[in-house]
């Protein structure tokens, strides 16, 4: 008897055929994207051009793209050359280290992913920062907009000191949209208060994060707001580092007041959805200053873990128990306590970070809290001692 | 009167006569069906995967394959009709499970969970999980080589009884909507990565082809080798997360018995 037919054969080296195309792996994809990652300025003396030599080097948040370096107010920006570190492959032109002038304005810069299908812009804007004396900072939350990215929801804008308008304040909107593409803006848990104590305010709500939230164990968006940078690319994973709390100071605060509404809601869970009939939700308000750089010299930023805990604190204001207000607006008017000494020289250098942040549930950035607490801040103040 | 009653009789087993020459009519073309009839009993094991039908080059490498408790039993009947071919009609049940852990660059995924839907570019690890455990009734062509060796070809109908589609992506980052989108990290804790669950959206009536080998070393006892190839995506049309159709494909060997 013939053990093996010629067709059977034939058969089994088609079918093993059929397979192994089907399943090899093809050559590796060029990449596709197309960021700035890095961007640092080399200048011969770096005392005389820049407050701080840390700030030589930003790292570039992937949502950003303006990239603003702050040099002494007398620095020479006209012949300036900024490096870049980009995406592995791309191309940027014009090119990383080529020399610009910066009095004439921002410069754009475009790269080209490597697969050449993608392109992002950025402008590098060098500014020269000059000390303003303050004696008070006013946050009446009158410039809004929707984000330009998306038109998604409600970012908000600061006054300067010159009259024109920052990006200080952040909020984790960004962050929500990832679980919640399809909400309207005034379903985000921060949005604009058509009614505010005074003209438009803040509206902060503890918001439900749907399913694709309570898959990833994050059950609850507290609203938020703050002075400082929101880094998306950590909401998922080191959620407590995305909120990265402060600007640069350059005034010394004494008093932080503002007016608020708090109703909070119930049942308060945690991030299990398991609920607590004990607990009530609350509302958090404070203002923080501290050192930019720990005792090393590098640069620090205080995250959601660390900003009321931080060695490198200089002083604290905090509303004591935010809670049920009955629809009343509340007046709060703090003294900072001072921790630490401060010391009119670090500020000449940009190093004290300052943040004020909102949050509508106060364990909120550990999932906690009430799903539909509801936050209203308005007529922020800020009041400033300055050195003669 | 007794000759009525004896006329009466006779017409009544007469009558039976009829009824029994037609049952025995059945019984002799079932005799007659039977009398070549041939069936098998299988236990098996399968091993294969879910995937796309020719690999997209986001698929880097394949990092992980779990072997999965891919249990395969059934009956077989065989009808020769002619004395080469034949035709099998089976019943089987099987469980089809996968577990991989594969990484991608650049792949396109869009996750749609209450309404809510997050899309964009993953580069990363993932980690899929499957389970369908289903009847399929294979029909199929039978060639006899000889006594030991048989070639069968032709399509199976399945039915899942039950099925998950579940896992995660880690290690790695989304860029949402596209590779200049925002860019967030995921890590490899729970809380930490992608985690996602399919199971409403696979298709619980599934097709494809099959294509198989008996060899039978005695005349009771043989090993079988089968292909089933999936040919009915393993998710409904609907399905948007992945751009490639996926399609159950899965080799099972084992032994068969001739019960008759």
């Not at chain 2, 399609?247 to 018995?257: D, E, R």
Request: glycine share 8%.
């Amino acid at each position: 008897m013939r053990f093996f037919n010629n067709n059977i054969i034939a058969i089994a080296i088609f079918a093993l055929l059929a397979v192994t195309t089907t399943s090899c792996f093809k050559e590796e994809p060029l990449n596709a994207e197309c960021d700035i990652e890095k961007a640092w300025l080399h200048v011969d003396d770096v005392d005389a051009m820049f407050y701080s030599a840390t700030d030589t080097l930003i790292n570039v948040i992937s949502t950003e793209d303006k990239i603003i370096f702050n040099l002494r107010d007398g620095a020479d920006i006209t012949a300036l050359a900024p490096q870049f570190a980009i995406t592995a492959g791309a191309t940027i032109t014009p090119a990383s280290g080529s020399a610009h002038d910066f009095s004439q304005g921002p410069v754009t810069y475009t790269v080209t992913s490597e697969d050449g299908k993608w392109s992002r812009k950025y402008t590098v804007q060098c500014n020269r920062v000059s000390h303003y004396v303050v004696a008070e900072m006013n946050f009446d939350f009158e410039h809004f907009e929707m984000d330009p990215v998306f038109n998604k929801f409600y970012i908000w804008h600061n006054t300067l000191p010159d009259g024109s308008l920052g990006n200080d304040w952040a909020s984790g909107n960004e962050g929500f949209k990832l679980s919640m593409s399809n909400a309207k803006p005034d379903e985000y848990p921060t949005t604009v208060l058509m009614q505010g104590y005074d003209g438009h305010g803040v509206l902060l709500t503890t918001r439900s994060t749907g399913m694709l939230g309570k898959m990833s164990k994050k059950p609850i968006a507290a609203g938020n707001m703050f002075l400082g940078k929101f880094d998306i690319s950590k909401a998922m994973t080191k959620t407590m580092e995305a909120t990265e709390f402060g600007v640069p100071i350059s005034a010394k605060p004494l008093r932080f007041s503002g007016y608020y509404q708090y109703s909070p809601a119930s049942p308060f869970i945690d991030k299990n959805f398991v609920e607590y009939p004990n607990r009530v939700d609350a509302g958090d308000i404070y203002s923080v200053l501290y050192l930019n750089h720990d005792a090393d010299g590098n640069p620090v930023v205080l995250y959601g873990d660390n900003v009321l805990s931080s060695d490198l604190i200089v002083a604290v204001a905090r509303v004591k128990n935010v809670g049920e207000t009955h629809g009343e607006w509340i007046h709060y008017d703090i003294e900072y306590q001072y921790l630490k000494e401060f010391d009119y020289t670090i500020m000449e250098q940009r190093g004290y970070n300052f943040t004020v942040v909102f949050s509508s549930s106060i364990e909120g950035a550990t999932f906690e809290g009430a799903i539909g607490s509801t936050l209203k801040v308005d007529k922020v103040r800020v009041t400033c001692e300055t050195k003669e | 009167m007794l000759n009525a009653w004896a006329t009466g009789l006779t017409e009544k087993a007469e009558a039976t006569d009829i009824e029994h020459n037609k049952s025995s009519f059945v019984c002799q073309n079932l005799k007659n069906f039977f009398h070549n009839f041939e069936s098998y009993g299988r236990l098996g094991y399968s091993i294969g995967g879910t995937a796309p039908m020719g690999m997209p080059a986001e698929i880097r490498k394949l990092n992980k394959f779990i072997l999965q408790p891919n249990v395969s039993f059934g009956v077989d009947g065989l009808k020769p009709v002619s004395e080469r071919m034949g035709v099998l009609v089976g019943i089987h049940f099987e469980n089809k499970a996968m577990h991989i852990d594969a990484s991608v660059k650049n792949y396109h995924m869009q996750i749609t969970q209450g309404g809510q839907t997050l899309e964009g570019m993953f580069t990363g690890k993932n980690d899929s999980h499957a389970v369908q455990w289903t009847f399929t009734i294979p029909i199929q062509a039978v060639y006899k080589f000889n006594d030991r060796w048989k070639l069968k070809v032709g399509p199976y109908f399945s039915y899942l009884t039950s099925c998950n589609f579940d896992g995660f992506a880690y290690d790695g980052y989304l860029r949402v909507d596209d590779p200049t989108g925002a860019k967030v990290l995921l890590g490899s804790t729970e809380e930490e990565r992608g985690n996602y669950d399919f199971k409403d959206e696979i298709r619980k009536c599934q097709w494809g082809l099959g294509v198989g080998v008996d060899y039978f070393f005695t005349r009771k006892f043989g090993v079988y080798a089968d292909l089933n190839w999936g040919l009915s995506g393993f998710f409904k049309g609907s399905f948007k997360t992945l751009d490639q159709t996926l399609f159950p494909i899965y080799g099972t060997i084992g032994i068969a018995y001739k019960i008759k």
